[in-house]
């Protein structure tokens, strides 16, 4: 990969999407760090204090592209002071309900964001939705950043959703899941014996999966070639196959760990067959 050209497009783009603020600042902070550029990766992380903004603990910690700057003394200051930052949003974060589409729809469906995002952001995303749908989009209540939250704890994931959806979890009809939310979701899927779709699952833990597999349940997993996850997903497919299950893998492409603004397209159909 070229960092010296990503580290550009961020540059000449940057001011179009100041809701993404957290996302382009952490690139830079990675891509000058893999350029050996210390000076410049410690004037983002400074950068991003003096926007508000931080990252959690544990991706500070588990980033391998930060190796060159994470002995620095400016760089462990910056982290305590992140750390802090993050205590007290988790102290006072609570899981959130959006509600898109009619209450009168005939179809609900539990969707769960991707890792580092909101349901404001992510529910962009899946616009329009046919008539007969009302999405079910929960935010956790576990942050991963100054503008985004995770489900790094399925207890807590699970505790997040009961207690957002209550006696209505009975009324789901499809639980859909990005990237680690698809996690998750493939998780409660086979505990609740809902159809699932996973969009770019992170299902990085085949023996997880196996051991929760529900054998009788409706699988349909949506990823681009390119996605790092894409191997995994080909294998979780064949496994649910080989064992008399209903799964069908959906390639978009060569698309990388993204969404394609054609999306909806790949959803949309998916979503009726997966309720019928």
Known sequence: MDYQAALGIIHQNQNKFQDKSAHWLYWKLCFTCLLGQKEKALLVLDQALDSGIWWSPHTLSSESDLEIIRNEDAFLKASEAMAKLYESARSTAKPILLRVGKDT???RILNLHWRDD????????FYPLDQDLQMLLIQSSQPASSRGFCWDDHSIGRSDIEACLGSEMEKVDLILGSSQGGSLAFRLACERHWPYLGVM???????????CFWPEGKYRLLIGSQDRFYSTSQQVDLMIRNSGGNSRLITMGDAGHFFPPDLMNYIKPLIQESLT
């Open 105 to 107: 729809a005939a179809y």
């Open 118 to 125: 909101n349901i404001e952001i992510y529910a962009r995303f």
């Open 201 to 211: 699952p992170a299902l990085d833990d085949l023996n997880l999966i196996k051991s």
